[in-house]
C-alpha cells in the first residue's frame, strides 16, 4: 500500500485531505507541525508528502527542503491558499511536483496526487535504466572471454562500489585505464568527475602543482590560484597511471593526501579536505623498485589495497577473435571479415604492445585491404614471421642419454626472465610461480640481469 503523509495545522483541512485519500487505497500519515512532519518522514518513509505552505515553525517551504535533502525521490505536493500563486510556483522551484490551492476539488486533488506517484514511478525506473546501461557502458570497451579476463571482470565487479584503493598492474597496452574508468562506472561516484594523470607524460617540477594544485605567487608564473587534479576529481575518482614514476620527493606527500583524505597546494599553508576515490595503475615491478629505493613500500601497501593484474595478450589468445571483431565494428568495418587462417596466425603472434598493438594492426589493415576478406597474406612480415611455433607434447624432448634435471631447470628460468625483458614478477607468472620461487631459483643458479652481468 502506497504511504502518503498530511502535514497541515489545520485539523478539519487535514481530516478532509485524510479521508479522501483513504478512499483512493492509500495508507495516510498525518502531522500537525513540519517537526512533527518530519519525524513521521524520518520513522515512515512515506512515498508522498502533502504540506502547507505556511505553518508556526517550521514551515512548508523548509519542510520541502529538508524532504528532497533525505529523498529527492519523493514526490511533494504543497498547499496554498487562493491567489498566492507565486509562492507555489517557487515551492515548484525547489523541488515540489506541483501544487494544490484552498479550497480545493477533490477530484482534482486526487487526480495531482496520482499523476506524482506515476511520475515517481517513472523516475525511479529510469534511474535504474540509466545505472544498468552505465554498468554495461563502463564493460563494453573491455573485450574478453577468456579465463583470466573473466577473474578480472569479478574482481571489477567486487571492487567497483566500495572507497578501497585499487592498483592495476600489466604491461604497456593491456587496458588499464579501461579497467579504471569500468570501476568508476560501476560505482555510486559514476556521475561525478572521473580524472586521469600520467605520472610519466608530467615534468617532475611541475608535477606537484599539477596533482595537488597551487596559489598564486608559488613560483614564477603562478600568477593565480590552480585546482589540481585531486581536487577536480572532487566526489569522483582520480586515476593515477604510471604511478610507478612518481618521484620519490613527491610519494610522501601522495600517502598523506590517500591516509588524510586533504592536500596542501603547492605553496599555500592550508589544507584542503577531499573526497576523492583513487584508482592507480602501472606496469613497472613495484616491488623491485621498492627493493632498489625507488618507491616507497607503505605507499605500495596503501595503494595496493585491491590488486588488478591485467594479463597479456599473449597470455589469452583465445580473446585475439573477438578483439579483431570488436576494432573492426569500431573503425567502420562494415562487413570486413578477417578469414579464419588470418585469425589463426594471429592468435600466434604475441603482441609485445597487447591490446593496443592489436588494435592499430586492425585499423590499419581495414585502410589498405585488397577487398572484404582480408587474408593472411596482407598481414605484415613481422606478425607473419613472429606468430609463435605450436609445440607438441612433450614441451621439452629430453635426448636418449638423459640430461641435468638442474641444468634444465635453470635453462627454463633464463628463457623466462628473456621472455619477460627480465621484469621478475612477469617471468614468475609466466612460470606459474610466486616471485620469491623465481628470485631463490636465480640466486641457486647465479642467474643475474644482463645490467649486472660482468
Not at 505536493?77 to 501544487?99: L, N, R, S
Not at 597470455?315 to 578469414?339: I, N, Y
Request: net charge negative.
Amino acid at each position: 500500500m502506497v504511504r502518503v503523509l498530511i502535514v497541515d495545522d489545520d485539523v478539519s483541512l487535514r481530516r478532509v485531505l485524510e479521508y479522501n485519500l483513504q478512499e483512493e487505497g492509500y495508507e495516510v500519515l498525518t502531522a500537525g507541525s513540519g517537526e512533527e512532519g518530519m519525524r513521521l518522514f524520518d520513522e515512515r518513509s512515506p512515498a508522498l508528502v502533502v504540506t502547507d505552505l505556511k505553518m508556526p515553525g517550521m514551515g512548508g517551504f523548509q519542510l520541502l527542503r529538508q524532504v528532497k535533502e533525505r529523498s529527492p525521490e519523493t514526490a511533494v505536493i504543497v498547499i496554498t491558499a487562493f491567489g498566492a500563486v507565486e509562492a507555489a510556483v517557487e515551492a515548484m522551484k525547489a523541488g515540489a511536483y506541483d501544487f494544490i490551492t484552498k479550497p480545493f476539488n477533490r477530484e482534482a486533488l486526487k487526480l495531482t496526487v496520482r499523476k506524482a506517484l506515476a511520475m515517481q514511478g517513472l523516475t525511479r525506473e529510469n534511474r535504474r535504466l540509466k545505472e544498468e546501461l552505465s554498468e554495461r557502458e563502463a564493460f563494453r570497451s573491455i573485450v574478453g572471454i577468456s579465463r583470466r579476463m573473466e577473474e578480472v571482470f569479478r574482481i571489477i565487479d567486487r571492487v567497483a562500489d566500495t572507497e578501497a584503493t585499487v592498483l592495476i598492474t600489466g604491461e604497456s597496452g593491456t587496458g588499464k585505464e579501461l579497467v579504471a574508468r569500468a570501476i568508476h562506472g560501476r560505482s555510486s561516484r559514476r556521475d561525478e568527475p572521473f580524472v586521469a594523470i600520467n605520472c610519466a607524460a608530467i615534468p617532475r617540477d611541475l608535477l606537484e602543482s599539477e596533482l595537488f594544485g597551487h596559489v598564486k605567487g608559488a613560483f614564477t608564473g603562478a600568477v593565480k590560484d590552480k585546482a589540481g587534479r585531486f581536487q577536480q576529481a572532487e566526489g569522483g575518482t582520480l586515476f593515477l597511471d604510471e604511478v610507478g614514476e612518481l618521484p620519490v620527493e613527491l610519494q610522501s606527500k601522495l600517502l598523506r593526501a590517500l591516509q588524510e583524505r586533504e592536500v596542501q597546494p603547492l605553496g599555500g599553508t592550508t589544507v584542503q579536505k577531499l573526497d576523492v576515490r583513487v584508482v592507480a595503475a602501472t606496469n613497472a615491478d613495484l616491488e623491485e623498485a621498492i627493493a632498489e629505493g625507488r618507491f616507497r613500500e607503505d605507499l605500495f601497501y596503501r595503494l595496493s589495497v585491491i590488486p588488478v593484474h591485467l594479463p597479456p595478450l599473449r597470455e589469452r589468445k583465445e580473446d585475439v577473435p573477438l578483439l579483431v571483431r570488436h576494432f573492426t565494428a569500431k573503425h567502420g568495418g562494415g562487413q570486413v571479415t578477417f578469414a579464419p587462417e588470418t585469425l589463426t596466425v594471429m592468435e600466434g603472434y604475441g603482441w609485445p604492445g597487447n591490446v593496443r598493438e592489436l588494435e592499430n594492426t586492425v585499423e590499419r589493415m581495414l585502410i589498405m585491404r585488397n577487398g572484404d576478406t582480408i587474408t593472411p597474406e596482407e598481414l605484415s612480415e613481422k606478425i607473419r614471421k613472429g606468430r609463435q611455433p605450436q609445440r607438441e607434447c612433450p614441451v621439452v624432448n629430453l635426448p636418449d642419454e638423459g640430461y641435468s634435471l638442474e641444468q634444465l631447470e635453470k635453462e627454463i628460468v633464463i628463457e623466462a626472465l628473456e621472455r619477460n625483458n627480465w621484469n621478475q614478477s612477469s617471468a614468475a607468472r609466466f612460470l606459474r610461480i610466486p616471485r620469491h620461487t623465481l628470485i631463490y631459483r636465480m640466486e641457486k643458479y647465479a642467474i643475474t640481469t644482463p645490467e649486472r652481468k660482468k
